[in-house]
């Protein structure tokens, strides 16, 4: 009894480590709640700082949570970005990567309803190559250039997306609250691939060594999206300050204080 007992707490310790370990997770830009660049102060009012951002959104049979995860933006912004300049994405060191998937980085101006890609990362995210192909699990940012024509805006929600290579069908979803300086306008391009989400989206099965698996969906089987801004210029009455981190790295964090008008 005493060795069944000690297999059972034994079997339980490590599922729990592996569910702490979880799946992946955005680290920057700031995800919204995120305890690892973020403190109550910084976050709206009646919420608490969400210590599972790795988990899914969804999988093939249903729906966890909305796109986000929260649909109630930060009162401030975490980065302020220029149309044709490079950023950067970070992703947490310990994640899972469950041998790549499919990966993008879209934005959207409407609060998560429309969003539109600014790059794309297939086949083999979070590795050098396919795993098959002797891809090594080491790749935990990635940096892109954002499109030039992208209107700007004092506040657009960045959402990085991803559907594993390996186990359970899942999709995941972080999001972070940025402004883009730039002129009112509107971009076009491709829509946000959503699949693995609730039983009304595409399944994307697992990839089982072929890493075109679904990918129809992220190139010729993709729609377009069109988003809007009203313009948004960097003027002396935006500020940075920083937000705590695990890591020794500062986030700053944009805090808007917005003129008069000209803002959307």
Request: hydrophobic share 35%; net charge neutral.
């Amino acid at each position: 009894m005493l060795d069944m007992q000690l297999l059972t707490f034994t079997l339980t310790t490590v599922l729990a480590a592996v569910s702490v370990l979880g799946h992946m997770e955005m680290t920057s830009p700031c995800p919204r709640y995120s305890p690892k660049c973020a403190t109550p102060s910084d976050l709206p009012p009646g919420t608490a700082l969400d210590y599972n951002l790795n988990g899914p959104i969804g999988t093939k049979g249903g729906i966890n949570q909305p796109f986000c995860k929260y649909t109630k933006p930060w009162p401030q912004v975490s980065n302020i970005w220029t149309p044709g300049h490079p950023v950067t994405v970070t992703f947490a060191n310990n994640g899972a990567s469950h041998s790549g998937g499919h990966t993008e980085f879209s934005i959207s101006y409407d609060n998560a309803n429309t969003f539109v890609v600014l790059h794309q990362v297939l086949r083999h995210s979070f590795f050098t190559a396919p795993p098959p192909n002797g891809g090594s699990d080491i790749v935990r940012s990635y940096t892109f250039t954002l499109p030039a024509g992208l209107p700007g805006t004092s506040h657009a929600v960045f959402a990085w997306t991803w559907v594993n290579a390996i186990g359970n069908r899942e999709f995941y979803m972080n999001c972070a609250d940025v402004a883009i300086i730039g002129n009112a306008g509107s971009y076009t391009g491709k829509a946000m691939t959503v699949a693995n989400y609730g039983p009304t989206y595409p399944t994307i099965p697992e990839f089982m060594g072929n890493y075109d698996t679904g990918i129809q969906l992220y190139t010729t089987g993709a729609s377009q999206a069109t988003v809007s801004g009203s313009g948004f210029s960097n003027s002396p009455t935006s500020t940075t300050r920083t937000l705590s981190t695990s890591s020794n790295t500062p986030v700053y964090v944009a805090v808007l204080v917005p003129p008069t008008s000209g803002w959307s």
